[in-house]
């Protein structure tokens, strides 16, 4: 019996004009299944149905002199047409592009795509759109501006979850070593975003963009873990304030580090801090469970937030006369390092200057070794504070005098109310509290001038002066529209 015929199916011809398709019918040699269902088979000077030689339209990479290509029933022309060359897929062991590399799954979804500077999401037009549909416009930030560090993403999200206005910062940390979120940037990210109910992008570790959109905040209990000996007082600081603008008292508990170089520490966050927000209608305890040094960490703090009173203004424009000097040294597995960093601050304030201080000596229960010192000069309208943290082969006498003439320097100078450090930590609680303030300072820092920018960007105005390095200060003005209270 005569086969039956196979029905040919002729496309295109190919760049070289050697591979035909062909139906599948049993019996037919040396041919390969394709995608659609056919069969590709070899024709004449061809093998494996792959050209021997392929132009330069084709792609490939094989060498030899090129058949004849058949004419394209399209062009009427002899030229080989131009076809599209083969998506490359890559191997377990080839080299990966960083797109094609996995990414760890944000632990927070958020509902929308991506959006850089630039992007459709950032336009000046799809913000007046959003506008229109009365859903409040992105702010957009760059995190690698002014300071480029932390302070820019905490302030933000301390702004963001208080007044409800959504933000999309890029760049985070660009300028710094290891760029990008790090585990107490990311705490700080998922932090805000329980209290509000925030849909969140680009939450996970490295990430260097986050995009924000806040809900109301609710009062409640909360507890958050920082993986690492990141300071903890900085992730408080951040979810205090939007805590304070709900309706009724919130109970945090935080673990992490409590006493880490180059952040507040706990005593500083406690008793300086927290004393000067007080004056602006906010309303914070704070209690140490157990200290965390670095790098261990380990430690855990207690906060309970009242409800703002708002509105309240502050301005801090001068000292006035000194109150008195309060010292707190602290010691955890350390016998006798408290009491010998105390003695050294107390002898250096009082040759120097016949100053008399208070004293509380602690014994902090701690799961490794540390040291710590606080002092605090009190005057009649501003204060200023000081504190160290017990490095390695470091003695407890020259942590002690360090800090006396820390607070020494600053008794010498007599412009500025508040301490450096002191001055941009207030910046967000004044543009918070509804009357805005004012806050001079001895030395105008980056942290400063960074923190007031952000302030800006959400509508608040806040400016600094004086020259960077030298005396100046900063002024936040009222807000307009106070932040909303959850229910």
């Known amino acids: 019996m005569p086969s039956r015929p196979s029905v040919t199916s002729r496309w295109p011809s190919s760049s070289c004009g050697a591979t035909s398709w062909r139906r599948a019918t049993a019996g037919t040699s040396r041919s390969r299944r394709s995608r659609s269902g056919c069969r590709r088979s070899r024709e004449p000077g061809t093998r494996d149905s792959r050209p021997r030689s392929c132009s330069r339209w084709s792609g490939c990479a094989w060498s030899g002199p090129a058949p004849t290509a058949s004419p394209s029933p399209w062009s009427g022309s002899s030229r080989p047409r131009h076809t599209r060359r083969p998506r490359r897929r890559f191997s377990p062991t080839s080299r990966k592009s960083p797109a094609a590399c996995s990414r760890p799954h944000p632990a927070i979804s958020f509902p929308f795509g991506r959006a850089t500077a630039g992007s459709e999401g950032s336009t000046p037009r799809n913000a007046a759109r959003a506008e229109r549909r009365g859903c409040p416009s992105v702010i957009l930030l760059d995190g690698a501006q002014g300071e480029g560090g932390g302070q820019i993403i905490r302030a933000a999200l301390a702004l963001s979850a208080a007044t409800g206005q959504p933000f999309h910062i890029t760049r985070i940390r660009a300028g710094r070593v290891r760029p990008g979120l790090q585990p107490q940037h990311l705490a700080a990210v998922r932090a805000a975003a329980m209290l509000c109910g925030a849909s969140v992008g680009g939450a996970f570790d490295g990430s260097p963009d986050v995009r924000f959109e806040p809900g109301p905040v609710r009062a409640g209990e909360f507890r958050f873990e920082i993986a690492t000996a990141g300071a903890l007082t900085l992730l408080l ?62 430690g855990e703090a207690r906060a309970e937030v009242q409800p703002w009173k708002r509105p309240a203004r502050l301005v801090l424009e001068s000292r006035g006369r000194l109150v008195a000097i309060r010292g707190t040294a602290g010691a955890a597995r350390l016998p006798g390092v408290a009491e010998r960093m105390q003695r050294a601050a107390r002898e250096r304030l009082w040759e120097s200057r016949r100053l008399e201080s208070a004293w509380e000596v602690l014994e902090v229960p701690a799961p490794s070794k540390g040291c710590f010192l606080l002092l605090e000069a009190i005057f009649e309208h501003g204060r200023g504070a000081f504190g160290l943290i017990g490095e390695r082969r470091v003695r407890a006498e020259a942590l002690g005098d360090r800090a006396a003439r820390q607070l020494l320097k600053f008794l010498d100078s007599d412009e500025g109310a508040v301490d450096p450090h002191l001055a941009d930590q207030l910046v967000v609680p004044l543009a918070l509290a509804g009357g805005g303030g004012l806050v001079t300072t001895p030395e105008v820092t980056s942290h400063l001038e960074t923190v007031a920018d952000v302030v800006s960007r959400f509508g608040i105005p806040a400016r600094t002066w004086g020259r960077r390095g030298g005396a100046g200060g900063v002024e936040v003005g009222r807000l307009v529209d106070p932040p909303r209270s959850g229910r």
């Open 237 to 298: 600081q951040t979810v205090v304030l939007p805590l304070a603008t709900a309706s009724e008292p919130s109970r945090i508990e935080v673990t992490g580090g409590t006493h880490v170089p180059r952040s507040p520490s706990f005593h500083y966050l406690a008793r300086h801090w927290a004393a000067v927000a007080e004056r602006l209608g906010l309303h914070a305890r704070f209690d140490l469970a157990r200290a965390g040094f670095y790098p261990p960490g380990g």
